[in-house]
């Protein structure tokens, strides 16, 4: 089992930036592709930004491209989600997902395990 917790939501205005951490515990967080999925209100959930196991492979979505930057701390067990240039749009519910098997499953939406999401909102 791998427990994941979201941190470093909250309120920022259109251009501003926010840091989201998602911290695991319970297994070895190095074994594990990690990403961030995000769902606004009305909205299904989307894929943002996903990262290897190793950190190699990175992925995103055309949305957040040149804006948003994933990256992991495989010795402190944390992801990240570095958000810049933020929207209105992005304004939604973060979410932090992790898979023992690949980052296609990541990508997907079908991880292993979740957490329970982090609000951001970026004002007009």
């Known amino acids: 089992q791998v427990q994941l917790v979201e941190s470093g939501g909250g309120l920022v205005q259109a251009g501003g930036s926010l840091r989201l951490s998602c911290a695991a515990s319970g297994r070895t967080f190095s074994s594990y592709a990690m990403g961030w999925f995000r769902q606004a209100p009305g909205k299904e959930r989307e894929f943002v930004a996903a990262?290897?196991?190793?950190?190699?492979?990175?992925d995103y979505a055309d949305s957040v491209k040149g804006r948003f930057t994933i990256s992991r701390d495989n010795a402190k067990n944390t992801g990240y989600l570095q958000m810049d240039s933020l929207k209105p749009e992005d304004t939604a519910v973060y979410y932090c997902?992790?898979?023992?098997?690949?980052?296609?499953?990541?990508?997907?939406?079908?991880?292993?395990?979740w957490g329970q999401g982090t609000q951001v909102t970026v004002s007009s």
């Open positions: 997902t992790a898979d023992r098997l690949s980052i296609r499953a990541v990508v997907a939406g079908t991880g292993d395990y």
């Open positions: 990262v290897s196991r190793s950190g190699s492979t990175i």
